[in-house]
């Protein structure tokens, strides 16, 4: 025991029953090769501080829900080994972006909305019977949404962009990459009332391009370029409703 | 007794936090120098259309080091928005072949840097021939 | 402007329109601008009277010929678009964003009086 490495963890900590401003506590963690941040915090709150508290599920980067900021980078806990960090001390914070309900732990609820905003299911003007089979589709029709479904809501985009952190009505990253994501999709009919929601002020338009979303991305969704062709998409049913006030059709392949 | 959630207070220098928002910053701001370019060009045809005398005393004007430097900075912000708008242009308008999505060094080149050094090269002959 | 449950607006905005301005004058500036600086910024001026003559002429030949105006304001139209909205949106990323609205006149007014004043420049060529 007494030769064992240690590495150091400070933990955000605010609880809102006694804390009125969040505070830094620091925490011994044998350090261990393998272990990932999220390890070293479980193992604080086995075996040290029983009051700390966090979310997580998987472990292994697939349910979303381990996202924190790490040394001031958006990150998956269960993806961020110590040992890329060792013998320095890891500083661990809430996403940022978002209010802090206590600890590590961050109020979700204004990320829920925004999906839901975009309408983030296939919206059919003719439904089949059952009896018709289902909505067929080529490879080459799932390629071009792909890569835009494979979210999984770490929310990890919406810490690294600085939009998000300073305009409420912008819908977010993962958001429009979801709306997009059904904008693409050869069985959807709902491009329009997708992008009723999108052609809002601020809503995609706020977007920059600032480009971390992309970059912090876990799961490659690329939610920037996803963005970008929405925004393409959505400026041609702008000018074709401009055109055409009440027919507004749906856009497909838009931004191809 | 309860306080409540916790709101981080609004980081008004944001752009500096990161190497990347620093990058970004860059590129937005090349616009202001393109604009004040844009504005010396209308200047340059309005001296066209006042009559040949005129714009000779304009690009004579025009050679000063301090004009030559102005034109430099203009340039070197003109050539990053360049770079930087065509490396958003496989993300922003993939093409695909079946299934597969064009490669990105190839997306450039069809759609960015090919038609740039073509009207560039095009450009040039004009004005030296 | 109506908001919605969440507070966010509820109608569609003229943004995309602006936006759409921005997109293609980027492409434009991206492809154009860099050589028009080499032109015009350093291959036509001289110091030498003679040479600021020669340049001159060959640019009142090209300008005077009307697809080189077409392009030239098509380009510069668009790219003082572009400029325009960007630099309303880094205004209002480092901070303005409560002016959002109001920036929309000395950005793209700007970008409009620049767009009459070269269709006239060019008229007069
Ligand atoms: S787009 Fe990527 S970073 Fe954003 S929530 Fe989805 S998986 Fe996470
Ligand atoms: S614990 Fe599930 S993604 Fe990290």
């Known amino acids: 025991m007494a030769e064992t490495k240690t590495i150091t963890l400070e933990l955000f900590r605010y609880h809102p029953e006694t804390d009125s401003e969040p505070r830094f506590q620091s925490y011994e963690v044998p350090y261990d090769e393998d272990w990932v941040v999220l390890d070293a915090i479980n193992w604080i709150k086995d075996y040290v501080d029983g009051s700390v508290t966090h979310r997580w599920s998987c472990r292994m980067g697939v349910c979303g829900s381990c996202g924190m900021m790490v040394n001031g980078e958006p990150k998956l806990t269960c993806a961020a080994f110590l040992k890329n960090y060792y013998p320095f001390p890891i500083k661990v914070e809430p996403l940022v972006n978002f209010p802090v309900e206590r600890d590590l732990v961050v109020d979700m609820e204004g990320f829920m909305d925004k999906l839901q905003d975009v309408k983030p299911y296939i919206i059919r003007d003719d439904v089949n019977d059952t009896s018709e089979g289902e909505y067929l589709q080529t490879p080459a029709e799932l390629a071009q949404y792909k890569q835009y479904s494979m979210c999984i809501n770490c929310m990890l985009c919406y810490s690294a962009c600085p939009v998000v952190g300073h305009e409420d009505d912008f819908l977010g990253p993962a958001a429009l990459a979801l709306g997009h994501r059904y904008n693409k999709d050869s069985r959807d009919q709902g491009q329009s009332e997708r992008l009723e929601v999108m052609l809002r002020s601020e809503a995609m338009w706020g977007c920059t391009f600032v480009g971390e979303c992309t970059v912090v991305c876990p799961k490659h969704v690329d939610p920037a370029g996803a963005i970008q062709q929405a925004k393409a998409m959505g400026a041609q049913e702008y000018f074709k409703r401009f055109v055409m006030p009440k027919g507004a059709g749906a856009t497909k392949g838009a931004g191809a | ?129 | ?125």
Not at chain 3, 30 to 59: H, K, M, N, Y
Not at chain 3, 90 to 108: E, Q
């Open chain 3, 1 to 125: 402007m109506s908001r919605g449950k969440s507070g966010r607006p509820t109608r569609p905005s003229g943004e995309a329109f602006w936006w759409a301005l921005f997109s293609a004058g980027g492409v434009m500036a991206a492809i154009f601008v860099p050589a028009f600086i080499l032109a015009t910024g350093f291959l036509l001026p001289s110091g030498d009277p003679a040479a600021a003559a020669e340049g001159a002429q060959r640019l009142a030949a090209l300008a005077g010929w009307w697809p080189v105006k077409l392009v030239l304001l098509g380009v510069i139209t668009l790219s003082l678009f572009h400029c325009a909205h960007r630099i309303r949106h880094t205004l209002m990323d480092v901070g303005m964003r409560r002016l959002a609205g109001f920036l929309k006149l000395p950005c793209y007014g700007g970008a409009l009086a620049g767009t009459v004043w070269l269709a006239l420049v060019l008229w007069g060529i």
């Open chain 2, 1 to 129: 007794m309860s306080g409540g959630q916790y709101h981080r207070p609004h980081r008004r220098a944001w752009f500096m936090e990161r190497p990347a928002y620093i990058r970004f910053m860059i590129r937005e701001v090349t616009s202001f120098f393109m604009a004040a370019y844009l504005i010396v060009l209308i200047v340059t045809l309005a001296k066209v259309g006042v009559g040949e005398a005129a714009a000779a005393e304009w690009l004579q004007a025009l050679s000063t080091t301090g004009w030559k430097v102005a034109h430099a900075v203009a340039l070197a912000a003109t050539v990053w928005h360049t770079i930087t708008f065509f490396a958003a242009v496989p993300q922003a308008m993939p093409i695909y072949i079946g299934e597969d999505r064009l490669p990105d060094p190839i997306a450039k080149i069809v759609m960015g840097y090919g038609p740039w050094l073509t009207a560039t090269a095009i450009i040039l002959w004009g004005v030296l021939r």
